[in-house]
Each structure stands twice: as C-alpha cells, then as structure tokens.
C-alpha cells in the first residue's frame, strides 16, 4: 500500500474556478517518451514574484499561448486541474482540451520576466547548480576545439564539440550538441538563449539544448579587456593517402518528435516514427552519419573516427547528400576514390576533401614516339 506521501504527489485537483497572470517561455511540441502523448510546457507568472510550471495536451492551444506570450497579455486560464509539484508545497498547471485561455484587461501585477528568462554573467552561471535553465547570455567566443567526437545517447551516435565563452566576469566551457555545431566562429561575439547547466569533476558548464537559440551579436562590452585565454590542443596533421576500409553508421532522426529510430529500413519509401507514430517519407527523417576509417599512407595504416560535421560538410560540398540514406552508400564511395587528403587530431579526421587527379603519366612507347617525332622535326630543319 502506497504511503500518504507518495499518494499526495500522485493526486490531481479540479479547479474550474481559474488562474491569471502571463505566459512565458512557451516550449516546442513534445513527445512523451513513456506513452507517447503530445504536451508542450511553459510558465506562468501568478504574481509579481511567483511563477508556476504549465504542461498543456492540446496541441490546437498553442497558438494561443504563444501569442499572449509575444503580446506579454495578461490572460485568464479556466478548467485547469492543479498537480503538486515537487518544489516544496507549491503546484503545477495542467491544461486539457476544455481549457480556455482568454485575455484580460489586468491581474492586479505587471508583467516581469521569469528568471528562466532572465540574463545571466559567466560569473552568475559558475555560481549556479547542474542542471539549471540558463536563458540568455552574451558572450565572446574565446576558442573552438578543433575535433569533435560521437557519442551514443539512447542508441543513435550524436555528435559534440566543445568551445569556451567568455565575458568582462570569467570564461565557462560550452557544450555544443548536433544542430549548433559550426555555428560559431572564435573571437565573434554571440547571444545564446535556452542553455543549460551541467557539472563534472566539481566544476559547473554549459551545454546547448535542443530549444538553443544562437544569434550574432555586436561585440560584448568591454571584450578588449577579457584576458587572454589559450587551451593547448594536438597538432592537425595532413596526410595524403588512400581508405582500404570503412564503416559508416546512419542514424535517423524525426524532425517532428526528434526521436531517434532504432530501426529504419532504407529501402521503403514511407516510415513510421516509432515515437509519434506518424508516417512519413523516408527521405524527411534527418540523416546523422559517423564512423571509423583505415587510411593508408606510405604503407602506413592509421585507424581514424570521423564524425558526422566532417561527413555531412563534404557530401554537401561534393552535391552527394543523397547517399546520406544508408551507410554503404557512404563507405563504398569512400573506397570508390583513389586518393584522399584528410586532416587529423588524435586520430579523429576533422577534414577530408578529394586529391584532384592528375594526368596518367605516359607510357614507355609514347615517350619513344614522341623522341621520335622531335628526331624528325630537327632533319627537316
């Protein structure tokens, strides 16, 4: 029999009085990973220092939500039902399909952004705990680092790469993840909104999320007097040589859900989403692309990881995005080229571009018939 406690966090309140306030920080569309049911989540600020987490299961609502948010409106949320939170005493909104949200003229408060929201210091972020939404920073990026690397979550390899940020209060190591890699330059300066904080070894870091928002910005005030950063990296080396072996793995993603496919038969033309259920092309499925290479050079041979940001900016350069479809598709064309110019740093290949090849040198009876010839031009002279 479940304990009183247990049975409080489980318990869910009608309340078909209302609630008021303003709509923030509206998120996309999510998938729920055990029962699969659409949601999306946002806050709502229920005074002038009070903020409430907000779930809704009506995807027709969210326009709505949206718009109040941008009109900073003050709103009137009806048939909710209230679930107890876990921050202490405190309560959740849940919204259904007979939610209604409407406008009003005022809630007896101004409207406030949420600390989610709100914009913080290198100084404020090394300060916080893991695991906290960090909503917009201003930033210079101070170094990039060269290689990126794979790594496995929820059994699709996912690419990241690590780079340092910095303002006038310190400088915080940034993970970026997927879709924000090469969205940086070093020494430009950016506004990044919707990260989150993570810690390893004692010492707290940033990391991109899915919601990331990574914009240009003028240079951060004050970047002339950052102090110099510097992180001692490998040496990227240029070899020349040919692959005599390859193995490539595809993985594919919903852009819809973002759910990774664990399985996913390339040769049909339609699939089903095994999170959200819903059938689509084949080709709609957002392609991720990694693996490992023999290379041979100078009858040497080097085993080297490529990543998928290598993979994906030569099949788009080359126009050959295509055989992003199945991972054969990728190793045979590997092997299909002759001669390959790749750049590595700790055996992982951060570039790779095709040697142009140059003319067959010619063969022992051309170079005779061609002496030959220049023989006869000079008697005729």
């Known amino acids: 029999m479940s304990s009183p406690a247990k049975k409080l966090k489980t318990d869910v309140f009608e309340d078909e009085s209302c609630i008021s306030g303003f709509i923030h920080n509206v998120s996309a569309v999510r998938v729920g990973v055990r029962n699969g049911a659409k949601y999306f989540n946002a806050l709502l600020q229920v005074s002038r220092e009070e903020f409430r987490h907000v779930v809704v299961f009506a995807m027709e609502k969210r326009t709505a939500f949206i718009q109040a948010e941008k009109n900073k409106s003050p709103v009137k949320l009806t048939r909710i039902k209230r679930r107890v939170s876990n921050d202490g005493g405190k309560f959740d909104v849940q919204?259904?399909?007979?939610t209604e949200l409407l406008v009003v003229t005022e809630v007896g408060?101004?409207?406030?952004?949420?600390?989610?929201?709100?914009?913080?210091?290198?100084?404020?972020?090394?300060?916080?705990?893991?695991?906290?939404?960090?909503g917009t920073i201003e930033v210079k990026i101070c170094h990039v680092e060269v290689a990126s690397e794979m790594v496995e979550i929820m059994g699709a390899k996912v690419e990241t790469q690590t780079c340092y940020v910095q303002d006038g209060t310190g400088q915080v190591k940034l993970q970026l993840w997927?879709?924000?890699?090469?969205?940086?330059?070093?020494g430009h300066s950016y506004r990044m909104r919707n990260?989150?904080?993570?810690?390893?070894?004692g010492s707290v870091f940033l990391t991109t999320t899915r919601n990331t928002e990574i914009v240009e910005t003028k240079e951060v005030a004050g970047a002339s007097s950052f102090v110099q950063f510097e992180v001692e990296e490998e040496q990227v080396t240029t070899y020349i040589g040919s692959i005599v072996r390859a193995e490539i793995a595809v993985s594919k993603k919903c852009t819809k859900c973002q759910a990774w496919q664990l399985e996913f038969n390339s040769a049909v033309k339609f699939h089903r989403c095994q999170r959200c259920k819903l059938l689509q092309k084949a080709e709609y499925y957002q392609c991720t692309a990694s693996g490992r290479v023999a290379f041979l050079q100078d009858n040497n041979e080097m085993d080297l990881t490529v990543t998928n940001s290598v993979i994906s900016c030569y099949l788009e350069k080359e126009g050959m995005r295509h055989l992003l479809i199945e991972g054969q598709n990728v190793e045979e064309h590997l092997l299909t080229v002759d001669t390959w110019k790749v750049q590595i740093q700790r055996d992982v290949v951060v570039k790779i571009e095709k040697v142009a090849e140059t003319a067959q040198s010619e063969k022992p009876e051309d170079?005779?018939?061609?002496?030959?010839?220049?023989?006869l031009e000079s008697e005729e002279m």
């Open 195 to 201: 990260l989150s904080t993570r810690e390893y070894l």
């Open 367 to 375: 170079k005779e018939i061609a002496g030959a010839m220049a023989a």
């Open 95 to 98: 919204c259904g399909k007979s």
């Open 109 to 134: 408060f101004s409207f406030r952004e949420s600390p989610q929201s709100a914009k913080k210091t290198m100084s404020e972020v090394k300060a916080m705990a893991a695991r906290q939404q960090v």
């Open 178 to 186: 997927a879709g924000q890699i090469g969205q940086v330059l070093c």
